[in-house]
């Protein structure tokens, strides 16, 4: 199994949680929250304009960004875990959720139950209007979670993965930290968390984790094409005996023995891509699958296996993993 793979199944297991009675269904992580939420627990969807298309691309309309000025160089909003490990297991982590400066949310969907795996993790994406990003940066305000503090406790559970929070108000980043799995045991609705308190952290991750209570203002998620991969350059993996050895062709110019930037003691490269490069790599993938030996050309020796993790805009894994890039 591929580091990746492993420090995943980590990570769900570290997050997991079971919902209460009044409560947004789901897990810790927005990518796998349950469809179902409960309508005591978020605000009620108000009448709003009719959703944009279902259909997402990596480049969203700016016709719908968010209420304050967005960072261009990066998301509106972005969702994501810490766990002390190793970069090298880190890395392939897609992050819970990304709302992008075009107001796109986009998460991982499921993948399928077959061996081997896809070579990269699938994105989904749902469109989010001018008044549904207004309502989640109202909602977090209303949280208490918008001001002096930005730590809300760390998890109970000792080595569990801390939750983080980047939020873009009035064109600057704020970045909140909290365990997503703290919530409070609800009787009687309304449900809500007491304005600034951890249990308020926790049930905001759970209103991201599912955005369907705003209605009219988010579409029906559609597959995403992220604009940008970071690329883990490193050993082949050991062909499996009764498949034997897949083969994939590196589609870039730069060759796979000096792309990126080395990492991990060099024994392993880092690198980011995004335009056209990033639709030629898109391409290369679609006909790999995670046990892929990647090589420069078809009449080459040399073997190389490959991390790819999917990025939006402004985002660089190189260089938040391994400082490089």
């Known amino acids: 199994m591929r580091p990746s793979a492993r420090i995943a199944l980590v990570l769900v297991l570290a997050t997991a949680i079971a919902a209460c009675t009044g409560s947004v269904g789901g897990s810790g992580v927005p990518a796998s929250a349950s469809a179902s939420a409960s309508a005591s627990a978020v605000p009620s969807a108000s009448a709003a304009p009719a959703s944009p298309s279902a259909v997402p691309s990596g480049s969203a309309s700016s016709s719908t960004g968010p209420s304050s000025t967005a960072d261009a160089a990066g998301p509106w909003l972005r969702a994501w875990f810490t766990q002390?490990?190793?970069?090298?297991?880190?890395?392939?982590?897609?992050?819970?959720?990304?709302?992008?400066?075009?107001?796109?949310?986009?998460?991982?969907?499921?993948?399928?139950?077959?061996?081997?795996?896809?070579?990269?993790?699938?994105?989904?994406?749902?469109?989010?209007?001018?008044?549904?990003?207004?309502?989640?940066?109202?909602?977090?305000?209303?949280?208490?979670?918008?001001?002096?503090?930005?730590?809300?406790?760390?998890?109970?559970?000792?080595?569990?993965?801390?939750?983080?929070?980047?939020?873009?108000?009035?064109?600057?980043?704020?970045?909140?930290?909290?365990?997503?799995?703290?919530?409070?045991?609800?009787?009687?609705a309304p449900c809500d968390a007491a304005p600034g308190s951890p249990e308020a952290f926790g049930q905001f991750w759970q209103e991201l984790s599912n955005l369907d209570w705003l209605g009219a203002d988010v579409a029906a998620q559609g597959p995403y094409a992220p604009p940008v991969y970071s690329v883990l350059v490193?050993?082949?993996?050991?062909?499996?005996?009764?498949?034997?050895?897949?083969?994939?062709?590196?589609?870039?110019?730069?060759?796979?023995?000096?792309?990126?930037?080395?990492?991990?003691?060099?024994?392993?490269?880092?690198?980011?891509?995004?335009?056209?490069?990033?639709?030629?790599?898109?391409?290369?993938?679609?006909?790999?699958?995670?046990?892929?030996?990647?090589?420069?050309?078809?009449?080459?020796?040399?073997?190389?296996?490959?991390?790819?993790?999917?990025?939006?805009?402004?985002?660089?894994?190189?260089r938040e993993v391994f400082g490089v890039g």
């Open 84 to 188: 002390a490990l190793s970069p090298l297991d880190v890395f392939g982590l897609t992050d819970a959720l990304v709302i992008t400066a075009g107001g796109m949310a986009v998460t991982s969907t499921p993948i399928p139950t077959v061996f081997p795996g896809p070579a990269v993790v699938p994105l989904g994406g749902r469109q989010l209007t001018q008044t549904g990003l207004d309502r989640i940066l109202a909602r977090a305000k209303a949280l208490g979670l918008v001001g002096a503090t930005t730590d809300f406790g760390a998890p109970d559970l000792p080595g569990a993965a801390t939750a983080h929070l980047a939020l873009t108000i009035d064109g600057r980043t704020v970045e909140i930290t909290g365990d997503a799995n703290r919530h409070i045991e609800c009787i009687k």
């Open 234 to 318: 490193g050993q082949a993996p050991t062909p499996d005996a009764m498949l034997g050895a897949n083969l994939a062709v590196w589609p870039l110019d730069t060759p796979l023995a000096t792309f990126g930037a080395p990492v991990a003691n060099g024994t392993a490269r880092c690198g980011t891509v995004s335009g056209h490069d990033a639709d030629l790599l898109r391409a290369a993938l679609a006909k790999a699958n995670g046990q892929s030996q990647w090589v420069q050309n078809a009449t080459t020796n040399a073997t190389f296996g490959l991390t790819v993790r999917p990025l939006a805009d402004g985002q660089d894994a190189c």
